[in-house]
């Protein structure tokens, strides 16, 4: 399968482990670590068991702040929640060295990463998430606010890469006509 993917030119696996005959026809994965979807859980699982819980969705559907156990859920994050940026953008950038490091021998690097939400239909309800909402316009501009704060974060140190956002469940409808993306992000 590899050596008929290379000669149509799709040098990308997305998810696929990087097995060395991989890497011996010189492929990168298209998406950075740790996953081109539904990463959100690889941050939190890293994160450890004493982060407060106020880094967690109040979801509607638990009436409690819940921690995903896996890439489904339950629940996702507190997108109105300052430190939880804080850390997630740190451990953003602790991908992207990772990968640095990883393929440093190749000369190219990932350069697409994927802020993708745990597979649930469980936003948070909490007071603050709801009046930045009513504040952007809709949970889609909430949503591209946090990815907004970690493109922002991340354009110096790492100008060439992209964070990749998709339109899923609650992030489905466009945010407002006057909402600002920044340019290093692809919606998908």
């Known amino acids: ?21 991989k890497i011996a026809y010189g492929i990168t994965p298209c998406y950075g670590s740790p996953r081109a979807c539904h990463s959100e859980y690889d941050y939190t699982r890293r994160w450890p068991k004493d982060v407060p819980m106020t880094y967690f969705a109040l979801t509607k559907k638990h009436g409690k702040r819940v921690r995903a156990t896996s890439p489904y859920g339950p629940g996702t994050l507190c997108l109105s929640n300052m430190d939880m940026r804080k850390l997630f953008l740190k451990d953003l950038k602790g991908f992207i060295r990772q990968d640095r490091k ?15 939400y745990d597979d649930n239909y469980d936003p948070c309800i909490c007071d603050n998430c709801s009046a ?9 501009a909430l949503s591209l606010d946090f990815i907004n ?13 992209k964070l ?24 998908g």
């Open 1 to 21: 399968r590899i050596p008929t993917a290379c000669r149509q030119r799709q040098n990308f696996f997305l998810n696929e482990i990087m097995h060395p005959e």
């Open 102 to 116: 990883k393929f440093a021998a190749r000369g190219h690097y990932p350069e697409i990463y994927a802020i993708c």
């Open 132 to 140: 930045m909402v009513n504040k952007l316009g809709n949970m889609t």
């Open 149 to 161: 704060e970690l493109a922002r974060g991340i354009q110096k140190e790492f100008p060439e890469v």
């Open 164 to 187: 990749y956002a998709a339109a899923y469940y609650y992030t489905q409808t466009p945010p407002p006509e006057n909402f600002k993306i920044e340019k290093n992000i692809i919606l």
